[in-house]
């Protein structure tokens, strides 16, 4: 079992940043691959950023690329999400969760509101 919380979400204008935190616990973190998804409302989840268990390996969606960047600490089991140059299609909840199989994420956490204003 692997319990996650994120943190950081806020409101913010247009052109602003947010770094996200996603703090973990339970079984061994630091094994795991991780990702950061996105919900908007009356839409789909959608994936946003992941990183390799190591941290060696990331990948993004392109309409974040070159403006977010995922990094983890497995010292601190924490998992971050640095926002830079945010727009207001960015706002949605973000959810961090753990991969567990190829393809599956198999723990969430609660999800953290990020709003852009205009």
């Known amino acids: 079992q692997v319990q996650l919380v994120e943190s950081g979400g806020g409101l913010v204008q247009a052109g602003g940043s947010l770094r996200l935190s996603c703090a973990g616990s339970?079984?061994?973190?630091?094994?795991?691959?991780m990702g950061w998804f996105r919900q908007a409302p009356g839409k789909e989840r959608e994936f946003v950023a992941g990183?390799?268990?190591?941290?060696?390996?990331?990948n993004y969606v392109d309409s974040v690329k070159g403006r977010f960047t995922i990094s983890r600490d497995n010292r601190k089991n924490t998992v971050y999400l640095q926002m830079n140059s945010l727009k207001p299609d960015d706002t949605a909840v973000y959810y961090c969760?753990?991969?567990?199989?190829?393809?599956?994420?198999?723990?969430w956490g609660q999800g953290t509101q990020v709003t852009v204003s205009s």
């Open positions: 969760a753990v991969r567990t199989d190829p393809g599956k994420y198999g723990y």
């Open positions: 339970g079984r061994t973190f630091s094994i795991y691959d």
């Open positions: 990183i390799s268990w190591s941290g060696g390996s990331t």
